[in-house]
T-cell receptor, first 114, second 114 residues
Framework: NAGVTQTPKFQVLKTGQSMTLQCAQDMNHEYMSWYRQDPGMGLRLIHY???????DQGEVPNGYNVSRSTTEDFPLRLLSAAPSQTSVYFC?????????????FGNGTRLTVT | GENVEQHPSTLSVQEGDSAVIKCTYS??????FPWYKQELGKRPQLIID?????GEKKDQRIAVTLNKTAKHFSLHITETQPEDSAVYFC?????????????FGTGTKLQVIP
């Protein structure tokens, strides 16, 4: 099993550009989520999904969109990038809709917005 | 929503000494408390977790304690080694709207001095 795969590893965007961060898992997990990691602020939840066709907002959803058309994939879209979105982004999944189950993280995407 | 506070933010110990990291949470509905280790430039990975029906759990040199009344839980690492140097995150997981939401602490950077 590859686990959770994120692409790209690094990305530089100009303000106003859009892009999609890809996330795929091969563990048949129902629960998938996106976090951003900023220095001194830990991991903050952006959006999450408990199954195909079901998504919801987390703690910091503004400026991001998600969709879940399949169990395996959970892309994160930045509609109009802003410097405040410079961060490291982690996708994570867990079994059982996340109930009392550990998160499996991808390797992260380091995004810089200039 | 849930609020998780983690202390200290940085911790330096001599190799062989013990390290203790403490977290408090606010939502009494939280029932799952995982700890993640993140080495520099890598993904967070689960090292130990505890559920609300258990007061203590141990795995070799690592132990976690949970005090539900006081709403705090702690990570204990004994006989520290240089490879324990990393950032450690605590998390609290609570049911919200029928689904589990995970809130992370802000992290503790542990340095083990050889």
């Amino acid at each position: 099993n590859a686990g959770v795969t994120q692409t790209p590893k690094f990305q530089v965007l100009k303000t106003g550009q859009s892009m999609t961060l890809q996330c795929a898992q091969d563990m048949n997990h129902e629960y998938m989520s996106w976090y951003r990691q900023d220095p001194g602020m830990g991991l903050r939840l952006i959006h999450y999904s408990v199954g195909a066709g079901i998504t919801d907002q987390g703690e910091v959803p503004n400026g991001y969109n998600v969709s879940r058309s399949t169990t395996e994939d959970f892309p994160l879209r930045l509609l109009s990038a802003a410097p405040s979105q410079t961060s490291v982004y982690f996708c994570a999944s867990s079994g059982g809709q996340g109930f009392n189950s550990p998160l499996h993280f991808g390797n992260g995407t380091r995004l810089t917005v200039t | 929503g849930e609020n998780v506070e983690q202390h200290p933010s940085t911790l330096s110990v001599q190799e062989g000494d013990s390290a203790v990291i403490k977290c408090t949470y606010s939502d009494s509905a939280s029932n799952y408390f995982p700890w993640y280790k993140q080495e520099l430039g890598k993904r967070p990975q689960l090292i130990i977790d505890i559920r609300s029906n258990v007061g203590e759990k141990k795995d070799q040199r690592i132990a976690v304690t949970l005090n539900k009344t006081a709403k705090h839980f702690s990570l204990h690492i004994t006989e520290t080694q240089p490879e324990d140097s990393a950032v450690y995150f605590c998390a609290a997981s609570a049911t919200s709207g029928g689904y589990q939401k995970v809130t992370f602490g802000t992290g503790t950077k542990l340095q083990v001095i050889p």
